[in-house]
């Protein structure tokens, strides 16, 4: 079975500091690793995914498989990065066909809050 | 292009009535999911359709919940007879092959 942990329930820090926000994940297989964001009442949107290699909005998060992690990293906050943070995971290669594609599956969040 | 539509966005119901939701996902996209987010949780998936067939409805209570996609475009999700634990936001979201799935509002649903 897929897992995916984010052992931060909050985390604040300061305009212009760096941030990290912590994703684990278990899983037997290859996975694809995303991060999504909901800000103050919009909808749960795509942050960026692991395949794409891009940073969005200054935010780079890296798949390291030998410590089955994607943390979510910006070297300087911005207080509109206030929002809650997903982290989600999708089994790869499954076509459309096939059983559970694009299932994801997320951890519990991370409340961000970045002080002026 | 317009986004995953969803309502109504809040639903207010006493313990063993029934309520329904409804869901137009993106145009053409092919995959429609059903999540359900509790409070200080992240989004559980209910059920997954391709089309109009059930992919995945593994988690589902069917006991209570059930969700059709009968023409492969609008879904909607029910649940009969409501419990208190089911109080969360219902979530809708669809995706097509290698598109990262898009979600709409939800649906607060609060059993009272």
């Known amino acids: 079975a897929q897992r995916v942990t984010q052992p931060e329930k909050l985390l604040s820090v300061f305009k212009g500091a760096p941030v990290e926000l912590k994703c684990n994940y278990s899983?037997?297989?290859?996975?694809?690793l995303f991060w999504y964001v909901q800000y103050s009442r919009q909808r749960l949107q795509l942050l960026l995914r692991?395949?794409s290699r891009e940073s969005i909005k200054g935010f780079t998060a890296d798949l390291n498989k030998g410590e089955t992690s994607f943390h979510l990293k910006k070297p300087f906050a911005q207080e509109e990065d206030s929002a809650m943070y997903y982290c989600?995971?999708?089994?790869?290669?499954?076509?459309?066909?096939?059983?559970?594609?694009?299932?994801?599956?997320f951890g519990q969040g991370t409340i961000l809050t970045v002080h002026p | 292009e317009a986004g995953v539509a969803q309502s109504p966005r809040y639903k207010i119901i006493e313990k063993r009535q029934s309520v329904a939701f409804w869901c137009n996902p993106i145009?053409?996209?092919?995959?429609l999911y059903w999540y359900q987010q509790i409070l200080g949780q992240g989004p559980k998936l209910l059920i997954q359709f391709q089309n109009n067939g059930v992919v995945d409805d593994s988690q589902l209570p069917k006991d209570r919940f059930s969700a059709e996609r009968l023409k492969g475009v609008d879904s909607t999700l029910k649940i009969q007879p409501a419990k208190l634990e089911d109080s969360a936001v219902y979530l809708c979201?669809?995706?097509?092959?290698?598109?990262?799935?898009?979600f709409g509002n939800g649906t607060r649903l609060t059993v009272t």
């Open positions: 899983y037997s297989g290859s996975p694809e």
């Open positions: 989600a995971l999708k089994r790869a290669g499954q076509n459309a066909g096939g059983t559970s594609y694009g299932k994801l599956t």
């Open positions: 692991h395949i």
């Open positions: 145009s053409g996209h092919a995959t």
């Open positions: 979201a669809s995706g097509s092959n290698n598109s990262p799935l898009h």
